[in-house]
Every structure is written in structure tokens, then in C-alpha cells.
């Protein structure tokens, strides 16, 4: 199951519960702390998810909206 969390993020419940699982093996398996190593396995996910799509999203265009460029062209190399 996947739940939404923002409108371009999803966790997977099937992957938060492995990592859950995994890092309460790790600490020893001891009962009481379910929510916290859950938690903790979601915002880990999130945060994957939240710097792949930095990395692979495409590059801001410079410059504001009319396609003007970030910074004043030199009279030197400005055409006619």
C-alpha cells in the first residue's frame, strides 16, 4: 500500500516497516519503541525521496521569467 504525502511524494508501507524491522533487530528487539522506528524509517524515505527528485530534476532556466539573463550583459558583448 502507498500512501500519499505530499503531491509528489509516496512512501511505501511495505519499505517502512523493512527498514522499521531492521533497525529494531539492530537496537536489540526490544518492545515499546514500535512508533518511534517507524517513524524514523518514514522520514528516512522521505528524505531519499526528497533528494533523488533534487538530483534528477531537470535545472531551473537563469534569469526571471521573461528569459532575461541572471545578470546584466557587458556593453563589450552586447550585439546590435
Do not use: C, I
Amino acid at each position: 500500500m502507498t500512501r500519499t504525502l505530499t503531491q509528489t511524494s509516496h512512501v511505501d508501507y511495505g519499505e517502512v516497516a523493512r527498514l522499521a524491522f531492521a533497525a529494531w533487530q539492530k537496537d536489540g528487539a526490544l518492545p515499546g519503541r514500535e512508533l518511534l522506528y517507524w517513524a524514523e524509517a518514514e522520514n528516512q524515505l522521505l528524505a531519499t525521496h526528497q533528494w533523488l527528485r533534487a538530483v534528477t530534476s531537470p535545472p531551473t532556466p537563469p534569469g526571471p521569467a521573461t528569459g532575461a539573463p541572471p545578470h546584466p550583459v557587458p556593453p563589450s558583448l552586447q550585439t546590435t
